[in-house]
């Protein structure tokens, strides 16, 4: 690093000790913001200001928010590696910018070794926490720690009293031609913003202050954004700094942002910085504030820092009030424009008559115009607002009042207000035309809302409980006429009946009326009665039964799939020579009970699937895949090649480093440089793809891929389809010595004057090479498009696997969300729609994931709820897309964690029971969407990091609920995983443990 710059000073505490100001976030490339979220709000309860910016932050942003926000401390979590140089590079930028006084603090769980702790301590950091801290100390007391190690040694500067001139002022108050925006200068304009805050000032230096401002900062202007709590206003604040910014380029912009103190404890959420994306410009400059007051919604020495803000020569000073009732309008006071953010929320018409803010506000923005009523309430707005004026006459459209929906990108709702809004600056304030007036098209001047799924459909989820619900209550019915029919039929067989039809057959209409004893033709009419209760799909099923149970208890059963003939032995000889049923054929007795068994479990490979969706295990190909990745593409594809090693079929499965996991490049800055390879493996161009699975005939019937990503899921199956792709072009190129000699001649000429790309290091058993002849080139460079397309459709329809992609599971759980929910799911859309079109029917197009949902705390009820509800979401969008259920269904598998709670022993009986269910009774589904496929991977949550070679016997028993409950591929853990990257000898382990119990 750069020498540090000079240190600034920092500010003194009021005799009353000013609150603590702490930084919170979770680390670059880092989803996992539960325990984050948890430290934080106990910082708070201690009286603390916390200023949180959520998870995925770079240090850059982190320590520019510090710097800002004049902040007394940083707080950090840091799950997913690359935390040594995460930290240090924090360390040396915050002293670099003069702010060596802030004190940094960490936790990561057990993926920071105690030696890693000691060395970051070394280097500056204040403490990294780690689990045995929290066991010894507790988590209240580990955050009291954290709050007096904030707080110790009084004034960081040594001053009993705040100087402007000494804190480096003089050139933030308008007295030199510096950079606000320089990093001194923030640090500089953040420490004075302090002083304002806390009182801290001498008097006569801010008297002399404020004149200084005055002087030179008369002509901005300030805009006053105030409105409900929850109504939106962060991001139309954001919205509107990202088209200031676009349209005016030179325009350099303040925030504050004011959020409430909590009366209890003194100490705040000021939360807005998460909702602010363009934060990121060097161009604006925001300052979080608490209102340290009750009842209100500003803060006392509000006036004086938008003055001093003023002063320093911003072109506009946004400031944002935390959430107001119906009679608040202090902001009115502070801004020369006032605009209020509202939503429809707000009761009945009457309820607009109270709120203040539609007298003073010189635009309103009604927000999140997508929820139900908001075209009534607009129109109910804006006759409030003429009301209130006496303007009956004004036209709705020149009425300030403009419907948003800030949360969508691009909304020209949003659009629409920012050029109004321009245009009544100019007009209110006389502010100069050519520099306020932007320059885009606003064609559109209403918001376009998404919709995803048709408002006639949204009760999908509740009918499709009802609907099983009610299907539970119709097989009971059917199995009371059953078991009434059997009654019958047993009675008229003891009474020697001698026109006793078989089983569940039905008596002749003459054998009902023929005289003869009364009784028995009552027997005989009750029991007709009974049997024509039953519907003909469960009546055939009762006469079909004991024809299967001989197939399933016979030595041999054979049946027919796709016209083929498999002949599949029922037994299995023990080393004691008893023959061991492969199915466990039921005894029921009963035709009530043999119904409500039919109805609900039935035997594997029959609906409803809930004992499996195939007849039997599949015996050529266990259902081992184990994750792999780590570092470069040529040491995961050295892991492949050693798990596949004597196993009959490849079933790979990756594991991404968190870099890729969020669609960034490989970077030598060190928070990024830190996490490359880390916890996976590092994918960021189509060579490394292909160095990834060389050696693997990605087109085998043997070979099967699974992906585990989300975010940029699309790239990524695009770089695997095209390495799939390209291995068949190798393929037939060198099926003729003359077409790859001719191939070479193109390859060589490619690559004239440049060195070509290569596997670096010695190819692994059983690499024979394939995939690594096209690096850096493609196939077709190679081939006349004729031949190049039909290799390409023949790939498409032949290649297995899966890739995750589930974006529902991500904005609720694991957070690698790089795009919105709307457009992340608009995209997996597309990716259906190709795979219905070029008949892509061997690969899943999402996994749709519990496992991420589980480790982020859920039980296995919930874990399954969340992830049907995703399903079912997913199944609604693609038929609103216009997709058949039949073209996509087929495309979706699942993905579960199987802990050690006993629900976890039926969850794949329960997931696969309400799937085809609902796929034949609600969708109308053929037998293919009907059946449910799931991986599930033992639980990482309930790895211990103490004497983890216990691991072991957790995930063997986790790993035998799977198997037995029918899952159709299953990962287990490796024992260590609790504590590092898993190793070649922990991977044999966990290997070992689903071969001995498959076999």
């Known amino acids: 690093m750069s020498t540090p710059a000079p240190q600034v000073p920092a500010r003194a505490p009021a005799a009353d000790a000013a609150p603590l100001r702490f930084v919170t976030a979770a680390s670059l490339f880092d989803g996992h913001d539960a325990a984050i979220n ?36 940083i707080a950090l979590s ?87 001139e000494s804190a480096g002022l003089s050139a933030a108050s308008g007295k030199s031609d510096s950079d606000p925006l320089s990093p001194l200068s923030e640090i500089a304009i953040g420490r004075l913003l302090s002083a304002i805050e806390d009182d801290t000032i001498a008097e006569a230096d801010l008297a002399r202050l404020r004149k200084q401002w005055q002087l030179a900062g008369g002509k901005t202007p300030v805009v006053g954004i105030t409105g409900t709590g929850g109504a939106g206003k962060s991001s139309v604040t954001d919205e509107l700094l990202n088209r200031f910014l676009a349209s005016f380029p030179q325009m350099r912009i303040a925030v504050i942002s004011v959020d409430p103190t909590r009366r209890r404890t003194g100490g705040a959420l000021l939360g807005d910085r998460i909702r602010m994306n363009s934060l990121r410009s060097h161009r604006v400059y925001m300052r979080s504030m608490a209102t340290r007051r009750q009842n209100v919604a500003t803060n006392a020495v509000l006036k004086d820092c938008i003055g001093f803000l003023k002063g320093l020569g911003y072109d506009l000073v946004i400031v944002e009030t935390a959430g107001i009732g119906q009679s ?87 659009s629409w207000m920012f050029a109004n809004l321009c245009r009544l600056l100019r007009e209110k304030l006389g502010l100069p035309a050519e520099a306020w007036t932007p320059k885009f098209d606003t064609t559109l001047k209403e918001p376009r809302a998404t919709v995803l799924i048709p408002g006639q459909r949204v ?22 006429a059953a078991d009434r029919a059997q009654s019958f039929w047993q009675a008229l067989q003891e009474l020697e009946d001698p026109k006793l039809p078989k ?20 027997l005989r009419q009750r029991y007709n009665d009974a049997v024509q209760a039953l519907t003909s799909e469960n009546l055939k099923s009762l006469r079909e039964w004991p024809q299967r149970l001989k197939s399933i208890t016979d030595p041999v059963n054979e049946y027919q799939v796709r016209g083929k003939t498999i002949r599949v032995e029922n037994y299995r000889e023990s080393l004691s020579h008893q023959q061991i049923p492969k199915i466990a054929a039921p005894t029921y007795k009963s035709w009530g009970e043999l119904l409500v068994f039919l109805g609900k479990e039935n035997l594997p490979g029959s609906y409803p699937y809930t004992g499996g969706v195939y007849p039997y295990r599949r015996s050529g190909e266990d259902p081992i895949r184990m994750f792999a990745g780590e570092g470069t593409p040529e040491r995961t594809n ?21 870099v890729t996991l969020y669609g960034e490049d490989p970077a030598e800055r060190p928070d990024i440089y830190g996490k490359i390879g880390n916890s996976g493996v590092n994918i960021p161009t189509l060579d490394d793809m292909k160095k990834l699975y060389s050696g693997f005939d990605l087109c085998a019937p043997t070979t099967s891929v699974s992906m585990t990503i989300n975010g940029p899921a699309p790239i990524i199956l695009a770089l695997f389809m095209n390495t799939a792709i390209d291995q068949q072009v190798e393929k037939y190129l060198k099926a003729d010595p003359e077409r790859w000699a001719e191939a070479q001649q193109k390859i060589d000429a490619f690559f004239e004057g440049r060195t070509r790309p290569r596997y670096h290091g010695d190819l692994p058993a059983g690499n024979d090479g394939l995939g690594l002849g096209l690096l850096g080139i493609t196939g077709d460079q190679l081939l006349d498009a004729e031949t190049y397309a039909r290799i390409k459709a023949e790939t498409l329809a032949t290649v297995r696997g899966t890739v995750q992609a589930d974006i529902l599971k991500e904005d609720q759980a694991q ?14 859309g597309d990716i259906q729609q190709y795979f219905v079109d070029h008949k892509v029917r061997n690969f899943y197009s999402v996994s749709i994931s519990g496992y991420h949902i589980a480790e982020a705390g859920a039980n296995p009820i919930s874990q399954l709820a969340f992830t049907l509800s995703n399903g079912f979401t997913i199944v609604e969008y693609y038929l609103a897309r216009g997709m058949q259920i039949d073209d996509f269904a087929p495309n979706l598998s699942f993905f579960f964690s199987n802990g050690m709670d006993p629900e976890y022993t039926v969850i794949g009986r329960v997931a696969r029971r309400i799937w085809a269910r609902a796929m034949r009774e609600r969708y109308g589904a053929n037998e293919r969407s009907q059946m449910m496929k799931y991986h599930i991977q033992t639980s990482g949550r309930s790895l211990h990091a103490q004497e983890i070679q216990f691991n072991d016997i957790r995930t063997t028993l986790q790993a035998l609920y799977a198997l037995f409950d029918n899952c159709n591929s299953l990962h287990t853990n490796a024992y260590d995983e609790a504590i590092t990257t898993p190793t070649e000898e922990s991977v044999r382990r966990a290997v070992a443990i689903q071969m001995i119990i498959n076999k």
Not at 510 to 521: C, K, N
């Open 815 to 828: 957070n690698t969300c790089i795009f919105s929910t709307e457009f992340a799911l608009r995209m997996m």
């Open 328 to 414: 608040d309008s202090e902001i009115v006071d502070l801004v020369d424009f006032p605009m209020y953010v509202m939503t429809s929320d707000y009761g009945a018409a009457s309820q607009l008559e109270k709120i203040d803010m539609i007298d003073y506000a010189e635009l309103i923005v009604l927000n999140k115009y997508d929820k139900r009523g908001a075209e009534d309430a607009l129109r109910d707005v804006r006759k409030q607002w003429k009301r209130n004026r006496v303007a009956f006459q004004t036209p709705d459209a020149e009425v300030p009042v403009y419907p948003t929906i800030a949360s969508q990108f691009n909304d020209p709702g949003v």
């Open 38 to 73: 948890i430290m934080r709000r106990l910082i708070q309860s201690q009286g603390a200001e916390v200023i949180h910016l959520g998870h995925n932050r770079s240090v850059e942003d982190v320590v520019r928010a510090a710097l800002q926000e004049d902040a007394d401390a």
């Open 503 to 522: 089983a569940l057959g039905l008596y002749d209409a003459d054998d009902l009326t023929e005289a003869g004893d009364r009784s028995l033709t009552t």
């Open 78 to 164: 840091s799950y997913q590696g690359g935390h040594v140089e995460y930290f240090k590079y924090m360390v040396d930028m915050l002293r670099e910018r003069g702010a060596g006084h802030i004190r940094v603090f960490g936790g990561g769980g057990g993926t920071i070794t105690p030696e890693e702790i000691r060395e970051l301590q070394a280097y500056g950091v204040e403490r990294i926490y780690h689990p045995n801290d929290g066991m010894k100390m507790g988590l209240v007391e580990m955050i009291e720690d954290v709050v007096a190690r904030a707080a110790k040694g009084g004034p960081k500067g040594g001053q009993s009293h705040f100087s402007p």
């Open 459 to 480: 009760r999908y989820l509740a009918e499709i409980a009802e609907q099983g619900r009610a299907i539970n209550a119709a097989i009971d019915k059917q199995a009371e």
């Open 638 to 658: 050295r892991r492949f090649h050693y798990l596949s090693v004597g196993q009959p079929a490849a079933r790979l499965s990756t594991a991404f480093d968190s």
